[in-house]
């Protein structure tokens, strides 16, 4: 049978990403065939994988979902100080983790996949996908605002500059931006910088796919058409064919 890496087959075997695979490997907790793996080794599904005592049972039907993340849940799988986890919320039958985060404070489209790789290209920042979110503010939302988010706001704290970004007001204290970078706690941050605090963030689309309307708590399979332009998305991203891109 055809031998991949050791890393690509615990990613598409819903594992971990190929990342965490290299740590976990790095750590001595893979064996494959009763002995240590070693980095860059290849296996196939005639071998017999084990990561920390635990078979793997074989490469799995790649799966993808759009969940609607509540408020208090948050992203992660092992945290002992987290209250709630997206593990102790989301029952699936197939293990799957998040592709690109939420903050425990903001809600909205999530989407859940066994696909490493999948989840690879999307939490690439230099990949440009696009994460549109609406957010309400505690004060009116100003021209000045708008323009201020829209160009780029230095955050000290990071020690960096956002991207421009597509910024648009919806309302008297709600406005919608799209980004295309994930820095920590960014939206929060951006709006503090320029004397806004936050009162609520919601995501409603990544990429293609579209929260729609999905309740908090909410799970549904991406449709066929909506795999497919996801898949074609990520892969014009990674080969440098995306369109506007600097």
Do not use: W
Not at 85 to 96: A, E, S
Not at 174 to 187: A, D, H, K, S
């Amino acid at each position: 049978m055809e031998k991949i890496r050791l890393n690509k087959y615990l990613s598409e075997s819903g594992i971990c990403s190929r990342r965490d695979a290299d740590r976990l490997i790095e750590a001595g907790k893979v064996t494959v065939n009763e002995k240590t793996a070693q980095p860059g080794m290849k296996v196939s599904d005639q071998d017999r994988i084990l990561v920390e005592g635990r078979k793997v049972e074989g490469r799995e039907k790649k799966v993808v979902l759009a969940y609607y993340k509540p408020v208090g849940v948050t992203c992660t799988e092992r945290d002992s100080h987290a209250q709630i986890t997206i593990r102790d919320v989301l029952d699936y039958p197939v293990r799957v983790t998040y592709a690109g985060r939420l903050d425990r404070d903001s809600e909205g489209l999530l989407l859940m996949t066994n696909d490493g790789d999948l989840i690879n290209g999307l939490m690439r920042a230099a990949n440009y996908h696009e994460k549109e979110y609406l957010v309400r503010v505690n004060k009116p939302v100003s021209p000045d605002f708008l323009k201020k988010m829209s160009e780029g706001i230095t955050l000290k704290e990071l020690n960096a500059k956002t991207r421009p970004c597509v910024v648009k007001e919806e309302g008297k204290f709600l406005f919608r931006i799209i980004l295309t970078q994930g820095m920590n706690r960014q939206i929060r941050r951006m709006c503090r910088a320029c004397g806004y605090d936050v009162v609520s963030i919601k995501r409603v689309r990544v990429a293609n796919v579209l929260l729609g309307k999905l309740n908090p708590g909410d799970v549904r399979a991406l449709s066929a058409e909506e795999r497919r332009e996801l898949y074609e998305h990520v892969k014009r991203a990674q080969t440098g064919k995306k369109k506007g891109r600097p």
